[in-house]
């Protein structure tokens, strides 16, 4: 029987289904090739701990305030990483501010674990500006700020100077990276900064270390003690000199007093209808006791009040001893007052013509002779 012919049509279909089939059994055949692995971008790690070298100080003593330059840290290597100039200068100014504290050289690992926050006995400055980068600074460039030395550590900071520098302990992020034809970690940011210390230089081994110990904690020795002896004596001696100086201070005061009364009396007896002798004795009985405010001046309101009684009194007194009734004898160039034997027997008659005894009337009359 004749085979069946097909159509052009229908050939070339069956061709072109015989070529999917085909190319589908060619992938199930074969094994697939793997896609090539991309490289991964190394990630920042997470918030880490950093620090950097040594950095000298910049200046060998405290100003007279107490302060002193400081170069916290400078662009290049550290013991965490590379620090890009770039980065200190975004950074440092604001995570380096005014009252970050530094310490008498970095803590430990278990003072570190046991006190996380430090101790007040190595608390040695604070810094009491914000750092600024300045590229042409005179240590070079880095990050500078200015620092307050605390009493205790000035003397310290003073001796070592040329020994000693600053390092600091913050925290910030890295990554893997190459700089300067090294490779290591490339900080990224700095996001807080914990102290900026005191440390020794690199490599100056234990005798610096040493000397860091006998500036935290001095013991005291014998010519310490002699120098505290004599410093107490000193101390004595100038407590009597100021109490001495006190009570002749009060005896001055005292005196100057005594002179503005006397003045303020004859002032105020200059006009007074009584003789000068009397004024005179006035003078002498009133300044002696002058009323006082407590401000410590004169008061011369009561003192007033008292030097007007007083007057009042001899006034009285004079009418009734003087025949005539009248007070008279005002001034050098008129009648003085009746002295003597006269005076005497008057007054003696003016006293018995008010009651008295004889006894009370020779009493009076030689208690108010003038």
């Known amino acids: 029987m004749p085979g069946r012919i097909l159509s052009k049509e229908n050939e070339s279909k069956l061709r072109s289904a015989l070529d999917a089939l085909r190319a589908v059994l060619g992938l199930l055949e074969d094994d697939p090739e793997p896609e090539p692995e991309s490289s991964p971008e190394p990630e920042p790690v997470a918030e880490a701990a950093l620090e950097a070298e040594f950095v000298p100080l910049v200046e060998r003593a405290t100003r007279r305030d107490g302060t002193i330059p400081v170069k916290i840290i400078e662009p290049g290597w550290g013991s965490s990483g590379y620090y890009p100039a770039d980065v200190l200068e975004r950074d440092g100014p604001a995570v380096f501010r005014r009252g970050v504290q530094m310490f008498w050289d970095h803590p430990t690992p278990t003072e570190e674990a046991e006190r996380p926050e430090g101790s007040l006995d190595k608390l040695a400055a604070e810094l009491v500006s914000d750092a600024r980068y300045d590229p042409d ?53 700095i996001t807080a900064a914990k102290t900026v210390d005191f440390v020794t230089q690199a490599g100056a081994g234990g005798k610096i270390v040493e000397m860091f ?82 401000d410590g001046q004169l008061d011369g309101e009561a003192y007033r009040a008292r030097i007007v009684e007083a007057v009042e009194a001899e006034q009285a007194y004079l009418a009734s001893a003087l025949p005539t009734g009248r007070v008279e004898g005002m001034g050098a160039a008129q009648q003085s007052e009746p002295t003597g034997e006269t005076a005497a027997k008057r007054m003696a008659e003016a006293f018995s013509r008010l009651g008295l005894s004889e006894s009370s009337v020779e009493h009076a009359v030689n208690g108010r002779r003038f």
Do not use: W
């Open 137 to 189: 600074g005179i240590a070079g460039p880095g990050l500078y700020a200015d620092a307050r030395v605390f009493g205790p550590y000035r003397e310290a900071v003073d001796e070592l100077a040329p020994h000693i520098g600053v390092s600091i302990r913050a925290l910030g992020r890295a990554m893997p990276g190459e700089a300067e034809g090294r490779k290591g970690q490339i900080v990224q940011q």
């Open 213 to 294: 110990e006998a500036a935290r904690r001095p013991a005291p020795d014998e010519s310490q003690t002699e120098v505290v002896k004599e410093v107490i004596e000193v101390d004595s001696e100038m407590q009597e000199t100021v109490q001495r100086l006190e009570q002749e201070n009060a005896r001055l005061r005292e005196t100057l007093l005594l002179h503005e009364a006397r003045a303020f009396v004859q002032v105020e007896v200059a006009g007074a209808n009584v003789p000068d002798v009397t004024k005179a004795r006035l003078v002498e009985q009133l300044a002696v006791n002058p009323p006082i405010a407590e």
